[in-house]
């Protein structure tokens, strides 16, 4: 567990000051956000590759920002995708001309972050690329790639990448060479006990004396198959054989290959197994490039480690074995790379300011509305963070609870801030959530706010009708980001039918504060439902199994949140329909 912090919430904020200030030789903080990149930024004329995640990994992935890897690295908290502001003003640091790479770990919420803020540079005339990391053989069927997670071998890919952009690579060349070595990229790991988070006593999952995880994630989630534990000789082979047994077409005898400890297991543990994955190795009549052995994409202090091969050829071994020279990470020397000259930086890191406000006096009256709201989700979002982590951890992370407490911290903070009417401060509201929580809740929650936010507008008192509406209009959003629909386990299982409902309501006659109650009694019993349903997408998605049984921990927190939010309507005077 975590022994040295002060507040767990400002965890990865102190983590990051503190990185770099120790590591000042080698990387600064990208302006204004939670990311760092290589001193000076960006290089003209080179492509930038930028990755990233959650905290919680290092070295990955700041620890490998530095010549012949990264150019930057986004920084999300704990286990949680870093949003899509921070993403994209990363890439504005970063663009030197030539364009830019985001690549990362195939999981929704960074799906949809880094995505939005590449669809932001791309509108700015940046040429921005993504590759995801896919390379987790448990997380899906070998005839379903994408829908497999990136663990550790995303090391590889970046390496790879990394070296492509610094040896003077063409934006198409970089792109090419990180898919091919996605594409050629496969991990296998085993868990045997679960990781802490910082200010927290117990473990995110347990593993029974005598058993293993296999094949878990780096979230701090289980494996997809407990069984009995056994010797490192026989283990190395349990790792192995389904490494081998995909075996990409085409591939030569030239491995790279990565055991990779996850955070609790000692170094002395990994070379006993690593005495017999050579072997086994050798056996195979596999030539091994550079093995490293260590950690390199850590769980905090889960007791696991993962097993990588990367299956090479005459470019991606040239890649492979070049220089690096990161924190986390040294290999050869630097002093023969290409040199790129400073780009100049670019101004305007942050969100253009506001205009002044045209918002009447009705709307600013029902922005006091949108704010008692949001006080009092926060509110019994701190008074069920702990039970919302259990939920999660049961097939996720368990970070579900704290990234909504984030969140609305952020959205109450900004909403207090603002002076204008109800759209006003529903759009600042939702900025903030997304910005500050990230991960996926925090995408959705923030498109989910900014959209009741354009429909009510900030004209005149807002009416039932136009908040269903709005409520609508988010529901479409989410969908549209997240590619999830009503029984896929998630927070729609309870919004849609809370939306139905209170439509309904209304249509009825219902007083707008009485339709919204009766319609949150049955989001909370849509999110109870939500417990025999299988997930069929996000994080939890791989162990699936698993999440039968438990509510799913977004629709959850949804039905709380909305019903938190009533009494604030009903106090409202003057209510329309």
Not at 118 to 129: I, S, V
Not at 302 to 323: I, K, N
Request: negative net charge; glycine residues 14%; hydrophobic residues 40%.
């Amino acid at each position: 567990m975590a022994h040295i912090y002060d507040d767990p919430a400002a965890f990865k904020d102190d983590m990051v000051a503190g990185y770099t200030s120790a590591y000042a030789r080698y990387i600064e903080q990208v302006p204004d956000a939670s990311a760092v990149m290589r001193r000076g930024g960006a290089r003209q004329g080179k492509v930038s590759v930028i990755i990233g995640g959650g905290c919680g990994h290092y070295p990955a992935f700041c620890g490998v920002v530095g010549a012949g890897f990264a150019d930057g690295a986004v920084i999300g908290d704990i286990f949680t995708s870093p949003s899509a502001e921070q993403a994209y003003r990363a890439a504005r640091a970063l663009d030197g001309g030539a364009g830019v790479l985001f690549s990362f770990g195939n999981y929704a919420g960074d799906v949809m972050n880094f995505g939005v803020a590449q669809d932001r540079a791309r509108a700015e005339g940046t040429d921005c690329r993504t590759v995801l990391v896919t390379d987790d053989i448990a997380s899906a069927p070998a005839g379903e790639l994408t829908k497999r997670r990136g663990i550790a071998g995303g090391f590889c890919v970046f390496k790879i990448a990394g070296a492509a952009a610094d040896r003077g690579d063409s934006i198409d060349e970089v792109e090419r060479l990180a898919i091919k070595a996605n594409d050629r990229t496969r991990t296998f790991g085993v868990g045997f006990a679960g990781c802490t988070l910082p200010g927290q006593t117990e473990r995110l999952f347990t593993v029974p004396d005598g058993e293993m995880e296999l094949g878990l994630g780096i979230h701090g989630e289980p494996g997809i198959e407990s069984v009995p534990r056994t010797n490192a000789t026989q283990l190395a082979r349990r790792l192995l054989d389904p490494l081998l047994t995909e075996r990409p077409d085409g591939a030569g005898d030239r491995v790279a290959v990565i055991l990779n400890g996850l955070g609790g297991t000692k170094y002395e543990e990994l070379f006993v197994l690593w005495k017999t994955v050579a072997a086994v190795l050798a056996e195979a009549g596999l030539t091994l490039v550079l093995p490293e052995v260590g950690e390199l994409v850590t769980s905090l202090d889960m007791g696991g480690a993962s097993l990588t091969l990367t299956w090479l050829d005459e470019e991606l071994e040239e890649l492979w074995v070049a220089p690096a020279e990161t924190p986390g990470f040294r290999r050869g020397s630097v002093a023969d790379l290409p040199r790129f000259e400073p780009a100049s930086a670019r101004a305007d890191q942050g969100q253009a300011a506001a205009g002044t406000s045209t918002a009447d006096d009705a709307s600013r009256a029902a922005a006091d509305t949108v704010r008692a709201a949001l006080d009092a989700m926060l509110a019994t979002a701190i008074e069920h963070e702990t039970e919302l982590g259990r939920i999660d951890a049961v097939a996720g992370d368990g970070d579900h609870g704290t990234g909504m407490v984030r969140g609305l911290r952020a959205a109450t903070a900004a909403a207090g801030d603002c002076a204008g009417g109800a759209g006003e401060t529903l759009d600042a509201a939702g900025i903030a959530f997304g910005d500050r929580a990230g991960g996926t809740s925090g995408i959705l929650w923030g498109l989910l706010l900014q959209a009741v936010g354009r429909t009510v507008g900030n004209t005149g008192r807002p009416t039932g009708n136009q908040l269903a509406g709005g409520i609508r209009a988010g529901i479409d959003d989410v969908q549209r980001a997240g590619k999830a629909q009503v029984g896929d386990k998630t927070m729609l299982d309870a919004l849609v039918p809370f939306t139905d409902a209170f439509a309904a309501g209304l249509d009825a006659g219902t007083p707008c504060a009485q339709a919204w109650s009766s319609a949150c009694a049955v989001a909370t019993q849509a999110a109870a439902d939500t417990a025999p349903m299988t997930p069929k997408v996000g994080r939890a998605r791989p162990l699936a199994q698993r999440s039968v049984g438990t509510p799913d921990a977004g629709a959850t927190s949804m039905a709380l949140c909305l019903t938190a939010a009533g009494p604030a309507l009903a106090t409202t005077e003057g209510e329309q329909r």
